[in-house]
C-alpha cells in the first residue's frame, strides 16, 4: 500500500543519509518529493540518485532568507505542501574551551534558527492537514562529553515538537520528532575525528549502543515515513526515539 500516495512533499537535507534515503522512501509509498542540499557534490549526485521527478534544490539552512525563498519555491512547484522533513543540520563536538562565539552561532544557526523561520515561511503553504517530523536527537537527552553546544540545539529543537504543535494544531499542522541515535552517515565524518582514532571512536559509540552497532539511514527513514503518514494522524508533539536501546544506558 502506497501510505504517501500523492502527497507533496519536502525534505531538508535531502542529499545524504538520513534524508537521501527518506526521499527514496517516500518515492516508494507514492510521494511526490523536493529535497534540499547546500553541498554541489552532494546535490549533482541526489539528482542522479533520486531522478528526474524529484526537485532539488540548494539551500542553506543558515539562512533566514533562503528559508523564505525555499517556501516560495514550494508554493510554486506544488502550491501547497502535505509533509515537510525539516532534517538538515550540523553536528559539531567540542569541549567547551575550543567553542568561540561563531561556531556557537553557527551551530544554532543551521540547527535550531533556520528551520523555524521556514516553519514560519511555510506557514501560508502548508495544507490542512499537514504533516511536520523534525529531526533531533538522542543527544538531547544524554549528557555526552563534547556535545554541548549539539545537544543543546537538538533539545531546542525537540522543545518545539510541543510549542508549536499547541501553537498550529488549530491549522491543521501536526508536529512530531524523529530522535536517532548513533547512525551511519556523512554527518559523523564531519565531525572532524583523526582517521588514526576513528575506529576506536566507532568502537566506543558502538559500545554504548546495547545493539551494539550504529543505526542506519533505512531504520530512520521508516521511521519518519510513519509520522508523516496518515497512520500516526493521532499522535501530535510526541517523539519517536529509534536508537538501537542508547538510553537505556542514559
Known amino acids: ?4 500516495a500523492g502527497k507533496r512533499t519536502l525534505i531538508t537535507g535531502g542529499t545524504s543519509g538520513i534524508g537521501l534515503e527518506t526521499a527514496r522512501q517516500f518515492l516508494a509509498e507514492g510521494a511526490r518529493v523536493i529535497v534540499t542540499g547546500v553541498n554541489p557534490d552532494s546535490i549533482a549526485k541526489a539528482k542522479v540518485a533520486l531522478g528526474e521527478q ?11 532568507a533562503a528559508q523564505q525563498d525555499l517556501a516560495q519555491a514550494v508554493k510554486e512547484h506544488y502550491g501547497q505542501l502535505d509533509i515537510a522533513f ?9 569541549p567547551i574551551e575550543q567553542w568561540t562565539e561563531q561556531a556557537f552561532d553557527a551551530s544554532f544557526n543551521i540547527n535550531v534558527k533556520g528551520p523555524f523561520f521556514l516553519m514560519k515561511a511555510l506557514l501560508p503553504v502548508f495544507a490542512s492537514p499537514a504533516s ?12 555526552a562529553a563534547q556535545s554541548s553546544v549539539y545537544a543543546a540545539t537538538k533539545a531546542a529543537f525537540l ?21 536517532p541515535g548513533p547512525v551511519e552517515t556523512p554527518l559523523y565524518d564531519k565531525l572532524g575525528i583523526p582517521d588514526a582514532y576513528r575506529d576506536q571512536v566507532n568502537k566506543d559509540i558502538a559500545a554504548s549502543i546495547p545493539l551494539g552497532r550504529f543505526g542506519t539511514p533505512g531504520e ?22 529509534v ?8
Open 1 to 4: 500500500m502506497a501510505r504517501l
Open 159 to 179: 522543545s518545539m515538537t510541543k510549542t508549536l504543535s499547541s501553537e498550529l494544531l488549530e491549522r491543521g499542522i501536526r508536529i512530531n520528532a524523529v530522535s
Open 243 to 250: 536508537d538501537g536501546g542508547r538510553l537505556i544506558n542514559g
Open 86 to 94: 525539516l532534517n538538515a543540520g550540523v553536528a559539531a563536538w567540542a
Open 54 to 64: 524529484v526537485l532539488v534544490l540548494r539551500a542553506d539552512s543558515a539562512s533566514v
Open 132 to 143: 511536520v517530523v523534525f529531526n533531533t536527537s538522542v543527544s538531547a537527552h544524554v549528557g
Open 220 to 241: 530512520i527513514a521508516k521511521a519518519v515515513v510513519y509520522l508523516a503518514s496518515d497512520e500516526s494522524k493521532w499522535t501530535i508533539g510526541s517523539e519517536l526515539v
